[in-house]
């Protein structure tokens, strides 16, 4: 692989980069289990509704009505966001390592994520995001999610940067391509050891 020269700015993923998927099936499958929740019905709900939520078009208390809250339940609201926020873990690794991006090597660091607005807020606040990334493509900011293209082409606008300059750095082989397609440099992320090699492999050092 040729190295790739005049690289400013690192986009990446939240879910699956830097911290776990906080809302995906399998906490979700936690969360039915705790709850004593039907699991079939919970799903079916949510998959109506997660795009328009991770879109910012409908709040956290109105994607709890429809998908949980729509029958009388024996636990609080309160009880099941705090269960619902509590699924989130770092990475410690990809952390230091985007960190060492952004200290040592100077790099721009922008967030492209899909994520419903309350979650990203208590993810970026938890795990103090906002000390390390200059700015927030977000679904829920932006009402655009990947796999659309203009997430990309925004992302590119806000943190003023050409494709080429830009690396996207995703577990979602989808997305890595789409970003590809528009003249980004991708990496499909599976371990902070492979993620590491392969910004090397760019010319960055990321040791």
């Not at 993923?13 to 979700?28: E, M, P, Q, S």
């Not at 795009?51 to 099941?80: A, D, M, N, P």
């Not at 690794?93 to 419903?116: F, Y």
Request: contains cysteine.
């Amino acid at each position: 692989m040729k190295k790739a020269t005049g690289i400013t700015c690192i986009f990446l993923d939240i879910g699956g980069v830097l911290l776990n998927d906080g809302w995906d099936h399998l906490a979700r499958k936690r969360a039915a289990k705790n709850f004593k929740l039907e699991w079939a019905e919970m799903e079916d709900r949510h998959a109506l509704t997660f795009e328009i939520f991770e879109e910012g078009k409908i709040t956290l208390e109105e994607y709890l009505s429809l998908v949980v809250f729509h029958k009388k339940r024996s636990f609080t609201r309160s009880q099941f966001r705090r269960y619902m926020f509590a699924q989130s873990e770092a990475f410690p690794e990809m952390i230091e390592l985007v960190a060492h991006l952004k200290l040592n090597l100077g790099l721009k660091i922008a967030i492209v994520s899909n994520e419903a607005r309350e979650l990203n807020a208590y993810r970026i606040q938890k795990f103090g995001l906002d000390r390390l990334v200059d700015c927030f493509i977000s679904s829920c900011f932006v009402h655009i999610r990947k796999p659309a293209a203009d997430i990309f082409r925004l992302a590119l606008d806000i943190a003023q940067v050409r494709p080429a300059q830009a690396v996207f750095i995703d577990n979602t082989p989808m997305f890595v391509q789409i970003a590809e397609g528009l003249g980004i440099q991708g990496i499909l992320h599976t371990d902070c050891k492979s993620t590491r090699a392969k910004l090397s492999h760019l010319g960055l050092n990321a040791e």
